[in-house]
């Protein structure tokens, strides 16, 4: 079993930043693949930005491209989620998730090729105008 936990949400005026951590637990050695996903009220949950920790590869949806960087402390077995320049259209929960032994053909491009099996319970992010 793999356990997440995100923390650092909050509430930021428009141009200011936020950084989401998600600390791992658990089982995670086999894990490869970490992502964020966010889901804005009464829209679907969307992948944002992705990390390969094989090859440290990362990926991002356009919506946050040059304002957001993933990143992970293999030591600490953490992801983090560096968020800057945020709009009022990023508010929304954040999700952390994870995959274990990840197919290396769509996980070397930091993708998922299914739905992530491990999530955690979600921060909320808010800017506001």
């Not at 920790?53 to 356009?62: E, I, L, V």
């Not at 197919?103 to 299914?114: E, H, L, N, V, Y």
Request: some cysteine.
């Amino acid at each position: 079993q793999v356990q997440l936990v995100e923390s650092g949400g909050g509430s930021v005026q428009a141009g200011g930043s936020l950084r989401l951590s998600c600390a791992t637990s658990g089982n995670t050695r086999d894990i490869n693949l970490m992502g964020w996903f966010r889901q804005a009220p009464g829209k679907e949950r969307e992948g944002i930005a992705t990390f390969y920790a094989t090859t440290g590869k990362s990926y991002y949806a356009d919506s946050v491209k040059g304002r957001f960087t993933v990143s992970l402390d293999n030591s600490q077995k953490t992801l983090f989620l560096q968020m800057n320049s945020l709009e009022p259209a990023d508010s929304g929960m954040y999700y952390c998730a994870a995959e274990e032994r990840a197919p290396t053909m769509t996980a070397r491009q930091a993708r998922f090729a299914k739905p992530p099996r491990n999530w955690g319970q979600g921060t909320h992010g808010t800017a506001t105008s």
